[in-house]
């Protein structure tokens, strides 16, 4: 079985304008597996005789930081040969952000082998494996703001253990740091800001509740009647956010 980073560089040489046949030839790989690859990358799991017992994460940091990238961007899919894939979505305008979700990954589930799937505009972080849904039991049919998340007891310690991990994972994925202005007496004045945006009020709820608990002052924007935006721009809690929450790079 081909693993995915050969796969995936047969496939750049074919988007790269070369043939299926010259590809073939210089790669080895048959044009049969080139052209099923073209569909679906991704290689089919093997099947497991028994179902091994989940466990808890070791790395709680990591956990907590991952956990955040999840309820921002993340999605868990079933294979129909059983275990599951993890997806994060990270934008392509921020690579450090996207070797941050992979090695988030990887120390929760060392064991689980993580890739990249270049989409438009961004780069899915991919894992397969048969404990996502124990790692995430916030999965379920239908897009988040749909339904309710609530998080496990075992979720909320390690939260309330690593707040700024968890803070980090969510502005990360649907939060900014932006630099505002305004003019006062004809002159203008910068000052920073920080957002979170998210549909699911479970999740805003998540978020500002682990600012309240770390001592970060927020307030809410309406837009329109749904309150989506959580703001942070006092200048102390702004400087606390940028000692713990650190670039997207």
């Not at 790269?16 to 290689?43: F, H, Q, Y």
Request: charged share 25%; glycine share 8%.
């Amino acid at each position: 079985m081909y693993d995915i980073a050969t796969r995936m560089h047969a496939l750049d040489l074919l988007s790269n304008g070369r043939s299926l046949n010259s590809v073939s030839k210089e790669t080895g790989i048959s044009r049969a597996a080139i052209r099923a690859w073209k569909s679906r990358p991704e290689p089919l799991p093997r099947l497991l005789t028994h179902a091994l017992p989940c466990a808890a994460p070791t790395d709680k940091v990591s956990y907590a930081y991952l956990l955040g990238l999840y309820l921002g961007d993340g999605c868990i899919s079933p294979h129909p040969r059983g275990g599951q894939y993890l997806r994060i979505a990270c934008a392509d305008a921020w690579p450090g952000l996207i070797e941050l979700c992979r090695a988030a990954i990887k120390a929760v589930r060392p064991d689980d082998k993580v890739y990249l799937l270049q989409k438009q505009g961004c780069v899915a972080v991919t894992s397969y494996g048969r404990h996502w849904t124990c790692m995430f039991p916030q999965h379920g049919p239908g897009r988040k703001h749909e339904r309710r998340i609530v998080l496990e007891d075992w979720q909320q310690e390690i939260v309330d253990a690593h707040p700024w991990a968890f803070l980090r994972g969510l502005i990360h994925s649907d939060g900014c740091r932006i630099t505002n202005w305004t003019v006062r007496n004809g002159k203008r004045y910068e000052y920073p800001r920080y957002f979170f945006t998210n549909k699911s009020d479970d999740i805003r709820r998540l978020c500002t509740d682990t600012l309240t608990k770390v001592g970060v002052e927020w307030t809410v924007l309406a837009r329109g009647v749904d309150p989506l935006n959580v703001s942070v721009a006092r200048k102390a809690s702004v400087a606390l956010m940028d000692a713990h929450i650190g670039p997207k790079y």
